[in-house]
């Protein structure tokens, strides 16, 4: 019962979250309309959009919203590219992202994901050790038996991301989570991660993202 009640309350505030958000976005200036935002304006146009999910310093406290801080600046501009062009196809990226992407300029997206990636991320979520032991062999061996490989060799040992893959530590392991099973289902379609994750059980899964979110 308290879990139900707990996950209607995330959405019913990332819902008014986003309301509020696309009435503060169709009023702002220069970036929010399509023009390109000079670098000094994007933490302005984060701070004042991006940051009522994500947190004015990307460190979302909503887990409906991944954490944006440190996370690397291409993979940013690419994930905005998709939602603008409304190619990313998960259930949060049509709901938020694609209106909130529509107008922004090749400028702007490059603005708002320098300064989201110059942000320092925020501390792990503590799990039981019994969970993160389990998730961390998954992530750094991956599953054999099931043809799964180890996340670690594309996502960095510690999980910080390379100039190809992007950051996971920190991230909210609810967020992981969806994005895993969006993975299997190819709702979210990334032929490399669907073939990660189709074998997955929902419980590895979830061992991974709790491992994930731990980290620093």
Known sequence: MCIHHTVRTWFRRGLLAAVAAVFS???LPSGAQGA???PQQAPELAIAVCGTCHGV???SINPMFPRLAGQKAWYIKQQL?????QTRGDPYAVAYMWGMANQLSNATIDALANYFSRQTPGPGTPHSP???AQGRAIFEHGIPSQGVPACAACHGPQGLG??????????HAEYILKQLQSFQSNMRKVAIMHGVAQTL???QMKQVADYLESLP
């Open 201 to 203: 059980h929902k419980s």
């Open 36 to 38: 390109p935002t000079p």
């Open 81 to 85: 590219k998709e939602f603008r062009a």
């Open 57 to 59: 310093d990307g460190n």
């Open 130 to 132: 019994a969970v993160i």
């Open 162 to 171: 390379t100039s190809q893959f992007p950051r996971l530590a920190g991230q």
């Open 25 to 27: 976005f169709g009023s």
